[in-house]
């Protein structure tokens, strides 16, 4: 029984993440690759910022473009000391705008990960970018029917994931970062992984 149930778990994820896959705008995906492109003949910046699973991808993704692209990219969430004195001493919806006003410059690129799309942190860094003339990109889902909140409404470009479980959010957040990179290695003769 605990088989069966099992398998049926396995099968309903792998057919929702799919259904999503499936769904998201490859139109979108390379817009957010031009963009990235964009900052790498500009000799720019791009500048992740996220919550929990929205954070993990981030950072695995900010060593990947550093290393496989030689693009300089921070992820804001791994400065653990700036990002806990920021929410200390001011408010943890100020985070990323904190870490922003120190590292952004204009021409670089701000992209935001939640699968709600309304966190509030992210969506004030988000507004800060374009405030600072910064090109602005939103990650996220259709969290509880959400259809990507107010990230999706706000950013220049904005991917969404086309389901309502955090999970596959998650998922299609990391799949969506490595097409981006693996995209820009074949176009421009990258050799070389992780």
């Known amino acids: 029984m605990v088989e069966v149930v099992s398998s049926i778990f396995a099968q309903d994820y792998l057919a929702d993440l799919k259904a999503a896959l499936d769904l998201l705008d490859l139109g979108q995906i390379h817009a957010f690759t031009s963009a990235v492109e964009g900052v790498m003949d500009n000799g720019g910046t791009v500048h992740f910022i996220g919550n929990g699973g929205s954070a993990g991808t981030p950072s695995h993704s900010a060593g990947d473009w550093s290393k496989e692209l030689t693009l300089p990219t921070l992820c804001h969430v791994d400065n653990v000391s700036g990002l806990t004195a920021w929410a200390n001493d001011t408010d ?9 006003k120190t590292f952004l410059k204009t021409g670089d690129i701000v992209v935001g990960y939640s699968g709600s799309g309304n966190s509030a942190n992210v969506i004030n860094g988000l507004q800060y970018a374009k405030e600072m003339g910064c090109t602005t990109i939103g990650v996220g889902g259709d969290y509880n029917g959400g259809g990507g909140g107010l990230m999706a409404t706000l950013v220049d470009i904005a991917i969404i994931a086309r389901t309502h479980s955090m999970e596959r959010i998650e998922d299609i957040q990391l799949i969506i970062n490595h097409i981006v990179k693996e995209t820009i290695k074949a176009k421009r003769g990258i050799t070389g992984h992780c």
């Open 92 to 100: 943890y919806d100020n985070v990323f705008v904190g870490a922003l």
